[in-house]
């Protein structure tokens, strides 16, 4: 169990980057791992069709914590259509462990939670133009 927590993974929890919310924002949302009870908020100021600016809050344990801090580091300046095919193996090559099943719920809450986002987001503007 003790690779599961590389001193990358510890540094991201103990220090997560772009931890907290924005306001104003161009989109939010949570969302909730039923199998743990960890919850992920993402909050996306989005100019064009970049991000321009991203935070997220929650609870969680250290696995969700720190990849939801590295995928903000991951997605922050990058285009909306590349962020959308970022894929779960894409995470997980950055996070570099191997997960168990539960565990890899764990790690995908803010990948979901962001894909969500931007899909809010873009349903928004399909309905206002």
Not at 36 to 42: K, L, M
Not at 81 to 106: F, M, V
Not at 109 to 126: E, F, K, P, Y
């Amino acid at each position: 169990m003790a690779a599961l927590y590389t001193p990358t993974i510890l540094d991201h929890c103990a220090n997560p980057r772009n931890f907290g919310t924005l306001d104003p924002y161009s989109v939010s949302h949570e969302d909730e791992n039923s199998l743990c009870g960890d919850r992920i908020r993402v909050d996306l100021r989005i100019s064009g069709d970049a991000i321009d600016a991203i935070r997220f809050s929650g609870t969680g344990c250290a696995i969700s914590i720190a990849a939801s801090s590295i995928l903000s580091e991951i997605v922050d300046g990058r285009h909306l259509s590349d962020i959308a095919t970022l894929t779960a193996d894409d995470l997980l090559a950055e996070l570099g462990i191997t997960l168990t099943s539960s565990r890899l719920a764990c790690a995908l809450l803010g990948l979901n939670v962001i894909h969500a986002a931007i899909a809010s987001h873009s349903r928004h503007l399909v309905t206002v133009a």
